[in-house]
């Protein structure tokens, strides 16, 4: 019988893939390097190297930035949008910057399509959904047939108020379909965003259609793909929500695969946050290419309901992330006269100097191991052999040129890429009034421990965890979290106007819709559930928090008007320190989350060390331009209870830790490192 449960992440240098074996309660975890051209093929490589026969996968979850990079490369396709007659440059008018309005430097981010793609349609609703006047279906036809004519690749239709009644949005699409095909991809705004604010609809739209094409054409091949090889289980894919949907309802609703890649880390982390009994965590993840932050906050990972990409924004669930270009891959060069690095990523190909695959440019990458920070015999496990002489001469390209010799220039670009992440980290932390020095750091990806303890140091963070499979935690995450569906529905009422009564009602009609859609993913209907919340604004103001409810019946209590006032003047002083308990407050949208348990998996245990003595080597590692004898041990030559000082270099198949003089490593019950300074030991 199947018994292994399968996840994969894509990064981009290297594609990490997880296994647990049910049978045996053991997770195993390994590197394939990263196909650009046929990301798929990286994919199957690794698949292949962890598990011997592919039929005995019964569980397996992607998560792909298919949909990310085409949005970034701006590689999506060609969309032909249609609005309602009248409205037609929503798109391109946007909005205001709030935080921008004194900056004379600001420029409006660079739309997805042009104004001569916008197409005025016939035809009205007024506020309250009701019809003005009547599609007009000549215009749709026309519209189609310009689709074809001019090779547009994707139609995006958003009306006005279609998020109160959508009857024109979807007949629309009939036509549509009729003239185009079945399969031509159109997204219609009610289904992308079925909220308020017709300019983040509209976005949400575009961006859905856009990259729609690019997400399903992936899906398929590699779904295709892994059935060839004897995969009998549904491929499922990771939400930008932090759930999983089956791969056939994804390429339905491609637009909540967009951040689907980093989101599995931020979920290994309020695992983690669970078992660790550290309910605050910041996870940082740096691969070859990026550097991403997530916080997880009283055990769970911090949720938005819209985000935004280079200015364009989303409406949608997704756990804010913030990202960087600094990674192992990104590239040391002069400007000015001054070091930068990143945000170009030397990638998998050529990738680093030091690869051996024809770079010549220095990278992070480079500058380790020429600080003797990575061991050039075992990087990925002994995927990959390092040339040491590669990452001098390319050092020394750019550093004869600020008068630097290797050394020193290996330091300055570490020290300008840990600059940059701290700063990321201070974006999503000190900017919202969160403290850092309130949270443990967890260090992830392949390259995020070899600069952690630097990044907790600039920080104030007293302690820094390194999970087990820190270079696949991501995909490790991903085997952690579960099926899930959300709902919105826009409910304009100020708090003397509310009907408690028909907001039950309606939050209970969509809690049964949730769950209804849950049989569609092949969840049992006793392994479903769902929770409610609610936008809640002051009056008068523009923008909303989200304050969870106890259940869809809450609203019929006794009292909960009250509640509800105190639960949003608590959430709104804790994000801006001060509230009003006494103002009045507007409701916005109600929400809904349907989650389908796919049973959880439970970490093995971590063997206990025998004594403190384990097998390891001594070796020259560089820090601050002093050369220290630094502890090499391989990781699996630990076990729980091991303590040592730094420095020392922890390496193992999915990455390398490394730990400056004056830190103590340990190793706790669950085989994390726990590392922390000498003076946070003190305190």
């Not at 820190?470 to 569906?485: C, E, H, N, V």
């Not at 939050?507 to 919340?533: C, D, P, T």
Request: glycine share 10%; proline share 5%.
């Amino acid at each position: 019988m199947p018994n292994y449960r399968v996840s994969m992440d894509i990064g981009g240098t290297f594609t990490d893939i997880v296994a647990y074996d049910q049978e045996t309660g053991t997770y195993s975890a390994t590197k394939a390097s990263t196909t650009p051209g046929n990301l798929s093929g990286g994919v199957i490589t690794g698949l292949e190297s962890i598990v011997d026969d592919l039929s005995d996968i019964e569980f397996i979850v992607h998560g792909t930035t298919q949909g990310l990079n085409a949005f970034l490369e701006r590689r999506g396709v060609r969309v032909l949008l249609l609005a309602t007659a009248g409205l037609e440059d929503v798109y391109h008018i946007a909005r205001g910057p709030r935080l921008e309005l004194y900056n004379a430097q600001y420029r409006k981010p660079e739309p997805l399509l042009e104004r001569s793609d916008v197409i005025g349609i016939g035809g009205r609703f007024d506020g309250k959904g009701r019809e003005i006047r009547p599609l007009d279906e000549v215009a749709v036809r026309q519209a189609a047939r310009r689709a074809l004519a001019e090779g547009y690749g994707a139609v995006a239709v958003a009306y006005l108020f279609s998020y109160k009644n959508a009857s024109h949005e979807d007949r629309t699409r009939e036509i549509l379909l009729e003239e185009l095909g079945e399969d031509f991809t159109v997204s219609l705004s009610h289904e992308a965003a079925k909220e308020w604010r017709e300019y983040e609809r509209t976005s949400s739209a575009v961006i859905e259609a856009y990259t729609g094409p690019v997400v399903r054409n992936y899906l398929l091949d590699l779904e295709q793909k892994i059935a060839e090889r004897g995969v009998e289980a549904p491929l499922h894919i990771m939400q930008s929500s932090g759930g999983v949907l089956t791969a056939k309802s994804a390429r339905k609703r491609p637009l909540q695969t967009l951040l689907s890649g980093p989101v599995g880390g931020a979920i290994g982390d309020a695992e983690l946050a669970s078992v660790s009994s550290r309910p605050n965590l910041i996870g940082v993840d740096m691969g070859g290419t990026s550097f991403d932050v997530s916080l997880v906050v009283n055990g769970k990972p911090d949720v938005s309901t819209e985000a935004e990409l280079e200015g364009l924004p989303m409406l949608m669930s997704v756990v804010n992330i913030h990202t960087v270009g600094a990674g192992g891959g990104s590239v040391a060069w002069l400007e000015a006269g001054g070091l930068r690095v990143g945000p170009r990523s030397a990638g998998a190909t050529p990738g680093p100097a030091c690869y051996g695959r024809g770079g010549t440019e220095p990278t992070v990458t480079d500058a380790n191991l020429v600080l003797g920070r990575v061991d050039p015999d075992w990087f990925a496990g002994g995927q990959v052999s390092l040339d040491r002489k590669a990452s001098l001469d390319a050092l020394t390209t750019v550093g004869s040129q600020l008068g630097l010799d290797p050394m020193h220039m290996a330091e300055g670009i570490c020290d300008v890429a840990n600059s940059q992440m701290a700063q990321a980290i201070r974006t999503i932390t000190i900017s919202r009034g969160i403290e850092p020095r309130d949270f443990s750091l967890v260090a992830f990806g392949g390259a995020g421990p070899m600069h952690a303890v630097f990044l907790a140091k600039e920080l104030g963070i007293p302690e820094t965890i390194v999970p087990r499979f820190p270079g696949a935690f991501s995909a490790w995450g991903m085997l952690q979290t579960d099926i899930r569906k959300d709902l919105s529905e826009p409910y304009f009422f100020l708090d003397e106007d509310l009907d408690v009564a028909n907001m039950a009602s309606t939050l209970g009609g969509m809690e049964s819709e949730g769950k209804g859609s849950l049989a569609s993913e092949g969840v049992s209907e006793e392994n479903r559930s769902s929770s409610a919340s609610v936008d809640v604004r002051y009056h008068s103001q523009e923008f909303t928090l989200n304050v969870p409810l106890a259940s869809s019946d809450e609203p019929n209590e006794p009292g909960f008007l009250d509640t509800l006032k105190q639960r949003f003047a608590t959430m709104y002083h804790e994000r801006y320190g001060h509230s009003n308990i006494e103002a009045p407050i507007e409701i916005v949208t109600l929400r809904t989350h349907a989650v389908g348990d796919l049973g959880h998996l439970e970490a093995p245990a971590f063997p206990k060390a025998t004594s403190q003595e384990f097998a390891h080597e001594i070796r020259p590692v560089v820090f601050e331009q002093v050369e220290h004898a630094a502890i090499v041990v391989r990781r699996d030559a630990l076990g729980a209870g091991h303590t040592f000082e730094g420095p020392a270099v922890i390496v193992e198949e999915t990455a390398t830790t490394v730990v400056p003089p004056e830190y103590t490593v340990s190793v706790d019950q669950l085989g994390s490192l726990i590392i922390r300074s000498h003076d946070s030991e003190g305190n």
